[in-house]
């Protein structure tokens, strides 16, 4: 088990709204990075947070935001949901922005757009 | 382009037996390659983290295998049990970015 946790773990919405998902950070750990994982499917990078500042982003549009915070924690906010959002989201968090260290990753928020 | 792909996409194999998954990558220069096991409806659990100077990495009855001159992986499973039934997930991380490249996984089922 890590020290990884997003909250909350299932989440329903309808299309067209706004969604907040939340990730503690292993302790330690200062880089936080989301993945969007469709069924049968690998994880696709969203962004990347370190100290606090967007480091890296995927392909993914402007309405996929994120926030971290000065404790390490992070925020993804995905606005005007739509149907394709539907997914698993996953956070991991290493230390260091070099990329050298294992990620390790919370269990995952599984959203539905409805 | 960087991409990541594991064949085959499933695995069914008898308890008790030794195997193999695979996970190869396009462009060798990468910085490291890391397993995943992910259950059903579940988040990703880290197997083993090879750096792009090793060759493998062992632990337990796994072992993962780094060939980069071929764009290649293995994970081998010793002896394997019904509780290793999950999809492993091979993701890369190239020099230019941090991000990690993953492939599909392979879902491997043990029958006991």
């Known amino acids: 088990e890590t020290g990884v946790t997003q909250s909350p773990t299932h989440l329903i919405k309808t299309r067209g709204q706004q969604v907040t998902l939340r990730c503690s950070s292993q302790s330690g750990h200062n880089t936080v990075s989301w993945y969007q994982q469709a069924l049968g499917q690998g994880p696709q990078f969203i962004f990347q947070?370190?100290?606090?500042?967007?480091?890296g982003r995927g392909n993914f549009p402007p309405r996929f935001s994120g926030l971290q915070f000065p404790n390490y924690s992070s925020e993804l906010n995905v606005n005007a949901l739509e149907l394709d959002d539907s997914a698993l989201y996953l956070c991991?968090?290493?230390?260091?922005?070099?990329?050298?260290?294992?990620?390790?990753f919370g269990q995952g928020t599984r959203l539905t757009v409805v | 382009k960087q991409e990541v792909t594991q064949i085959p996409a499933a695995l069914s194999v008898p308890e008790g037996e030794n195997l193999v998954l695979n996970c190869s990558f396009t462009?060798?220069?990468?910085?490291?390659l890391q397993w995943f096991r992910q259950d059903p409806g579940k988040g990703l659990t880290s197997l083993l983290l090879?750096?792009?100077s090793q060759r493998e990495q062992t632990s337990g009855r796994l072992n993962a295998s780094l060939d980069k001159s071929s764009g290649r992986s293995t994970l081998y499973i010793a002896a394997s049990q019904p509780g290793d039934s999950a999809t492993y997930l091979c993701a890369v991380r190239w020099d230019s970015n941090y991000q990690l490249i993953w492939g599909a996984g392979t879902k491997l089922i043990i029958k006991p």
């Open positions: 090879i750096q792009s």
């Open positions: 462009d060798s220069a990468i910085y490291n």
């Open positions: 947070y370190y100290r606090e500042e967007e480091n």
């Open positions: 991991a968090s290493s230390s260091g922005v070099s990329g050298d260290t294992e990620a390790f």
